[in-house]
């Protein structure tokens, strides 16, 4: 079983930076079998694709609304992925989640995630 944890949400003003954690844990886990990812969702909205880096950290892909502005990256020898959001928006608003998969490809996807965390609130005022 897999353990994740994110933190480092928190209310934010609009333009301000944020950096959201993931810690991953588990009997079974190790950080160089995971393709790892950030997930979002607002209220009333499906849960949307923010950005995705994989096992071994060498390719990392980004939501349209978030490329320029929040960088993904991991610390395997930590077991911990970041998320570096810069200029926030009020539309940035939601639940980050982050999440594991085993298999390559298709890193958009949440159906295709293994293990969720159980989120981390950020809110950015206009």
């Known amino acids: 079983q897999v353990q994740l944890v994110e933190s480092g949400g928190g209310l934010v003003q609009a333009g301000d930076s944020l950096i959201l954690s993931c810690a991953a844990s588990?009997?079974?886990?190790?950080?160089?079998?995971?393709?790892m990812g950030w997930f979002r969702q607002a209220p009333g909205k499906e849960r949307d694709f923010v950005a995705a880096?994989?096992?071994?950290?060498?390719?990392?892909y980004y939501g349209d609304s978030v490329k320029g502005r929040f960088t993904i990256s991991r610390e395997n020898g930590k077991n911990t992925m970041y998320l570096q959001m810069n200029s926030l928006k009020p539309e940035d608003t939601a639940v980050y989640y982050c999440?594991?998969?085993?298999?390559?490809?298709?890193?958009?996807?949440?159906?295709?995630?293994?293990?969720w965390g159980q989120g981390t609130q950020v809110t950015v005022s206009s």
């Open positions: 999440a594991a998969k085993i298999f390559d490809m298709n890193y958009d996807a949440p159906e295709n995630y293994d293990y």
């Open positions: 588990g009997r079974t886990f190790s950080t160089y079998t995971y393709n």
């Open positions: 880096i994989t096992r071994n950290g060498l390719h990392r």
